[in-house]
């Protein structure tokens, strides 16, 4: 079983809907979380951590369930722009020794 | 910002060959990462760095090294290249609990 699992999607979604995608992770002890955001051909780049209260950056909500041991990331009003693959990104074993998952694809269309 | 940078984007080697790949970071982070990443497997780890002259294996350190002479640089050397080795390599920085972490734009090494 991989220590962080998403959908790979797509998730095909029309400009202005809202999104969610969904995260599970395995190590219980798990201590951060993150969702990054990669454009085509590009780096990975943070777009938020994700804390136990959940947190709200604008447009994207990322919440945390500890006892069933998922994250998620809503996207409100989605832009083209918004268009990347996103990684749910697990602290699992030690300082700084960070796990991906694969990462979930999002197309937004016109 | 954060500025992570790598020594080429794309990279053309051949089998057997010894390969350097090379990463900058200009904001004094403590803490240095070499990953590679390949279509459905993601971001694996291949080595990692906690300190100048300190490296420690990652999920998948066979048949690389790594050298961190100086803080702000961190090398990943490929000793005798392997056509799976073909891949994208990214490096990363970071510093304090959190865990966030910065990346370069990547190298992507073709060994033929």
């Known amino acids: 079983r991989k220590e962080v699992e998403q959908d790979p999607g797509p998730f095909n979604v029309p400009e202005g809907a809202t999104v969610a995608f969904n995260c599970t992770y395995s190590?219980?002890?798990?201590?951060?979380f993150f969702w990054y955001r990669q454009d085509c051909r590009k780096e990975p780049k943070l777009l938020m951590s994700v804390y136990s209260s959940g947190n709200e950056d604008g447009r994207f909500t990322a919440q945390l369930n500890r006892a069933s041991q998922y994250i998620s990331l809503l996207i409100r009003d989605s832009k083209l722009s918004d268009s990347a693959t996103y990684l749910c990104?697990?602290?699992?074993?030690?300082?700084?020794?960070?796990?991906f998952g694969t990462g979930t694809r999002l197309l937004v269309s016109p | 910002d954060v500025k992570v940078t790598q020594s080429s984007r794309y990279l053309v080697k051949r089998t057997g060959e010894k390969v350097f790949l090379e990463c900058v970071q200009d904001m004094d982070h403590e803490n240095m990462f070499w990953y590679r990443q390949d279509p459905g497997l993601g971001l694996r780890l291949i080595y990692f760095?906690?300190?100048?002259?300190?490296?420690e294996k990652g999920d998948i350190p066979e048949g690389y090294s790594v050298s961190r002479e100086k803080k702000e640089r961190f090398s990943l050397i490929l000793e005798s290249a392997s056509t799976n080795q073909t891949s994208m390599y990214l490096c990363?920085?970071?510093?304090?609990?959190?865990?966030?972490?910065?990346f370069g734009p990547g190298t992507r090494l073709t060994v033929t």
């Open positions: 190590n219980s002890a798990s201590q951060s």
């Open positions: 990104v697990v602290n699992s074993r030690s300082f700084q020794k960070l796990v």
């Open positions: 760095s906690y300190d100048v002259k300190m490296k």
């Open positions: 990363a920085c970071g510093q304090g609990p959190s865990g966030e972490q910065y």
